[in-house]
């Protein structure tokens, strides 16, 4: 089976999308929704409004049936008018009874809102992948599946709770978001960052996923460039402009973000050394403590000291909330 590097990647970070309520809006409004070191995702159930962020030339639309996911890198404004999304205020909005966010006055908009919860330690790897925002409308060919899940979530959510609501409106969630990310991919973006850029690229997708299949191979950039169908120094010059670092160096990070994992398992140094491609584990060892700041060995101790004391690195926990 090939190897399918989007769910590998959300797999490793854990990625899990929740549901923060809804957004409704009427009248003349306005509103900045700042920065929250997360992922976010908007999507538009009834009536429009204008979407502006940092970097924009101008407000955008955003109409129902969009969907906007965010790295969290730069403050989403909102607005009934073009406008109106600049000097928004940040007030805060706090819930109805039903989970509710109300500005201005009546229903012209209504808006979901929900956050990417992601482990700790692996935030880097899904924000840095992410472009600012990513913009997915109910004009695209996937929008016909990303609409039916909208209405399957606006129609669990509607009271009386229904039995296993729980359950089923977080699975829609998740694929609400997965399902997003895909659409994206498939539109093969050219001018925006990151990992996920490089998952539509046709030339750089065989060899990230001969890499991520094989991540214990000893991969040289001859192989590599072999597997995208290019010559080597054409393969290594458009890595480097897609991924922002050189292939072996993408190599080295993906295999110690694998071995991160292994050791928070409880495997030893030697066993990851071994399972990652390195036949020396002070080699390991070395490569691992230059790309994440420790030894294999402390860290390993720490994710057991974390496990012992019943913690983990993620947030789920916390309440979220993308308003």
């Not at 906007?68 to 109106?84: F, I, K, Q, T, Y």
């Not at 509710?100 to 935030?123: A, H, S, T, W």
């Not at 409308?137 to 016909?144: I, M, N, P, R």
């Not at 054409?234 to 050189?246: A, D, S, Y």
Request: charged share 20%; with cysteine.
């Amino acid at each position: 089976m090939a190897t399918d590097l989007l769910s590998e990647l959300l797999a490793l970070v854990r990625a899990r999308c929740s549901l923060s309520g809804r957004l409704i809006a009427g009248g003349s409004w306005g509103r900045r929704f700042d920065n929250l070191d997360a992922v976010k995702i908007c999507a538009a159930i009834e009536g429009s409004c204008w979407f502006f962020m940092a970097g924009m030339a101008e407000p955008l639309p955003f109409e129902r049936g969009d969907i906007l996911v965010m790295n969290g890198s730069r403050p989403l404004v909102l607005a009934s008018e073009p406008h109106l999304t600049m000097d928004a205020p940040t007030t805060p909005l706090a819930a109805d009874g039903n989970g509710n966010y109300r500005l201005g006055e009546g229903n012209d908009f209504v808006m979901l809102g929900g956050m990417v919860k992601i482990d700790e330690g692996d935030q880097p790897l899904l924000l840095g992948g992410l472009p600012p925002f990513i913009r997915v409308t109910g004009a695209q060919l996937e929008a016909a599946s990303l609409g039916w899940l909208l209405g399957q979530i606006v129609l669990e959510m509607e009271p009386p709770m229904r039995p296993g609501g729980s359950i089923i409106l977080a699975e829609l969630a998740q694929l609400l978001f997965v399902q997003t990310l895909r659409a994206y991919v498939l539109q093969s973006p050219t001018n925006d960052g990151g990992w996920l850029k490089a998952l539509g690229d046709r030339r750089l997708a065989p060899a990230l996923a001969a890499m991520h299949a094989e991540p214990s191979r000893a991969w040289n950039l001859e192989d590599l460039a072999k597997e995208a169908g290019m010559s080597r120094t054409t393969f290594v010059v458009h890595f480097r402009e897609v991924m922002g670092v050189p292939p072996l160096t993408y190599l080295t990070n993906w295999r110690m973000r694998l071995a991160q994992r292994k050791l928070s398992a409880g495997a030893s140094v030697a066993e990851v050394a071994d399972a990652i491609g390195y036949t020396s584990e002070s080699a390991f060892a070395h490569a691992f403590k230059r790309v994440t700041g420790a030894a294999p060995g402390s860290y390993r101790k720490r994710a057991d000291e974390r496990r012992s004391m019943g913690l983990c690195d993620t947030a789920d926990d916390e309440p979220a909330t993308a308003f």
